[in-house]
């Protein structure tokens, strides 16, 4: 009993403290569509990919690059910030990232761009 005791402790107090929301892209737009709301978009997919089609107002930070230098959005951390991918395996490893690393406003869109494109919203290209 003890063990377990000390075992549910130590997953409380390691375990991080932040929720990730989860939005769908209609959510989204309409947030994005309010002009007194302020969301850092970021896409972390590979330069190609973002060239061919993003949301707009997206920052593109491949997730290899920014999972080994977190520094790059040191800057959003007190901000609410958007992570987005193609389907949606890059954005969960970089918003884990930075629930770990203290961001305490993360939201993930639920289907990414493939949701976004089936939904026929709006893109910005190259």
Request: charged share 30%; net charge negative.
């Given at each position: 009993?003890?063990?377990?005791?000390?075992?549910?402790?130590?997953?409380?107090?390691?375990?991080?403290?932040?929720?990730?929301?989860?939005?769908?892209?209609?959510?989204?737009?309409?947030?994005?569509?309010?002009t007194?709301q302020?969301?850092?978009?970021?896409?972390?997919?590979?330069?190609?990919?973002?060239?061919?089609?993003?949301?707009?107002?997206?920052?593109?930070?491949?997730?290899?690059?920014?999972?080994?230098?977190?520094?790059?959005v040191?800057?959003?951390?007190?901000?609410?910030?958007?992570?987005?991918?193609?389907?949606?395996?890059?954005?969960?490893?970089?918003?884990?990232?930075?629930?770990?690393?203290?961001?305490?406003?993360?939201?993930?869109?639920?289907?990414?761009?493939?949701?976004?494109?089936?939904?026929?919203?709006?893109?910005?290209?190259?």
């Open positions: 009993m003890r063990n377990t005791l000390t075992l549910l402790t130590l997953f409380l107090f390691s375990s991080n403290l932040y929720a990730i929301d989860l939005l769908t892209v209609k959510q989204l737009k309409e947030e994005l569509n309010q007194n302020s969301l850092i978009l970021l896409d972390v997919r590979t330069r190609e990919e973002f060239n061919s089609g993003r949301i707009k107002n997206s920052i593109n930070i491949p997730h290899d690059l920014l999972l080994s230098d977190i520094s790059l040191a800057d959003y951390k007190n901000e609410k910030v958007v992570v987005y991918c193609r389907s949606g395996k890059r954005a969960k490893l970089v918003l884990d990232r930075l629930s770990d690393e203290g961001f305490r406003t993360l939201i993930d869109v639920d289907g990414d761009m493939l949701a976004w494109n089936s939904a026929n919203l709006p893109i910005e290209k190259e």
